[in-house]
Structures are given as C-alpha cells and as structure tokens.
C-alpha cells in the first residue's frame, strides 16, 4: 500500500492563525489530492517547522512512496533559522534517498535551494490572485510533469520570493511575467524533485480563505484600499467556486477553464503520480 507524507511546512503559530481564520490547513488540500489520484494510499502529515518534532530518520523515511511540501510563510534564504534549516536538511536528504518530492510555492523554492540553488525576495512584490500569463518553456512542452497542460494557461498564486538561481540539475518547464521560475523539475543522480511556484492544489473556495486571512498584508502592500475590498473579492472567488461556468463571474476576474477544471488546474500534480509514484510501487 503507498505510504505519502505531506510536510506542512508551517510553524505552528501560522497553522493556528490559520485555524483562527477559517483557512483549510494546507496539507488537507493535497491529502485530497492523494485520495483522489492516489486511491488507498495511507497519508501522514508531519509539521517541520515545529523544532520539538525530530526528523524522521533515513529508515522512517524510507517507509514512504513520496514526499509532498505544502506552502509555507517562512523565507528560505533565512537559513540561519532552525526552522528553515531543519526543512532544508530534510529535502537534501529525501534526495539523496530517492524518495520522489512534489511540491507548490515554498515547495519549488525548497526543491531549487535543496539541490544547490537560489532565491531571493521578489524585487517585484508579491505575487497573488492567480497568474493569467504562465507558458511553458520549450523543455516543458516535452516534459511529463507538464503533459497535457494548455499553453498559456493560469494558476493560483500567494508569495513574496522566488527563485533567482536554478541548480545544474533542475529543468525550467513553466514561466510567467511576475515571477520567471514557475515550474521545475530537479533530477539528481538519486532523487526528483518535481514543483511548481503556483498552487495546483487550491480551488476558488480555498484560496478566497487563505486572501481573506492575508487582508492585512494585502491592504498595507497596496493592492486594496480596505480590508473590506480584500473580503468583496474574495466574496468573488466563493461565487466563482458555486458557479464556475458563470461568464459574468469570469470576465470580471479574468479566470477560464485552466484555473476553474480541476483535470487541467491539478495535472502536474497527477502527472507526478503517474511518472514518478506508480512506477516505484
């Protein structure tokens, strides 16, 4: 039976801040992912971030089929915090162990600073609402973890950093205006690593939670006048999750069919599955 860990990788302040909000914890989100593409699969989450937790050892780890890293409100360049360095280590290790990784946001951060890249903060800003301009690279036309995904295409978005320097093992697949590195794919001699900086995992209901819980960043870094224009939008994006196909909905958000179809928002996720979960069953 296949044995998945997902690694919340937020401290637990942020995850009961979340509580207090009304935001799904992140790795319920890609727990329903599993059950959906990965049937029967045993699921276990483990909180990185909290310094009480050990980390497992190689042969805890080597129980598990894959590795899932969920998004997170640490700052990866931040090294020097135990509870960013102990997240680093962890992922190193995973590679070195062929274990296969999937991750979204911090997860494609972690992946690129794993096996021996860079980022930095985006001298942009933050990056949010969804992207309406990501296209693949000519490598990610021909890559699996990208197979089948229209190009362009738009897909969910919430963070401040990005990866300013790819590893000599990574693969550039995915690239968007704001922010370049949109999806990797990291092959080592032992492990992958495959993510994206967008969130195949959020749905409209879900991330007008997650908004409406960042209404005061999103008010004081300039993109609403109010706290309660933040909540209207969202209000939105919870219309646009009840009626998906309405056009009134979509033109005044600018959302079509590759955010709104769950078969195209979350293929990379089940491309991962396919090319790097099964065959190791």
Same mark, same amino acid.
């Given at each position: 039976m296949p044995n998945v860990l997902i690694v919340n990788g937020y401290p637990r302040a942020s995850r009961e801040s979340f509580e207090r909000e009304g935001v799904t914890p992140p790795h319920y989100l890609y727990q329903r992912l599993v059950e959906r593409y990965l049937p029967g699969a045993e699921v276990q989450a483990y909180f990185v971030a909290d310094p009480e937790n050990p980390l497992p050892t190689d042969a805890e780890l080597k129980r598990f089929s894959a590795v899932i890293w969920t998004g997170s409100d640490q700052t990866i360049y931040h090294d020097h915090k135990p509870?960013?360095?102990? %997240? @680093? =280590? !962890?992922?190193?290790? !995973?590679?070195?162990?062929? @274990?296969? %990784? #999937?991750?979204s946001c911090w997860g494609?951060?972690? +992946?690129?600073?794993?096996?021996?890249? $860079?980022? +930095?903060?985006?001298?942009?800003?933050? $990056?949010?609402? #969804?992207?309406?301009?990501? =296209? !693949? =690279? $000519?490598?990610?036309?021909d890559h699996p973890l990208t197979e089948g995904k229209p190009d362009p295409y738009q897909g969910f978005e919430m963070h401040l950093d990005e990866v300013t320097r790819l590893p000599e093992t990574a693969t550039l697949l995915a690239t968007g205006s704001h922010t370049r590195v949109q999806a990797i794919a990291v092959e080592t001699e032992t492990g992958s690593f495959w993510a994206t900086q967008y969130h195949p995992e959020y749905d409209p209901l879900q991330y007008a939670k997650l908004l409406a819980a960042r209404k005061e960043a999103m008010v004081r870094e300039g993109f609403f006048p109010s706290e309660e224009a933040v909540l209207a939008y969202a209000r939105d994006l919870e219309a646009l999750a009840e009626r998906p196909k309405d056009r009134t909905l979509r033109k005044k958000l600018g959302a079509d069919d590759t955010l709104l179809e769950p078969a195209i928002r979350e293929r990379e996720f089940k491309n991962w599955i396919a090319y790097r979960v099964l065959p190791r069953l």
């Open positions: 509870e960013v360095a102990r %997240q @680093i =280590t !962890l992922a190193k290790r !995973l590679l070195s162990l062929g @274990i296969p %990784q #999937f991750g494609a951060q972690m +992946a690129a600073v794993a096996a021996g890249g $860079e980022a +930095a903060k985006n001298p942009k800003g933050r $990056e949010w609402g #969804f992207a309406k301009d990501l =296209t !693949l =690279t $000519e490598a990610g036309k």
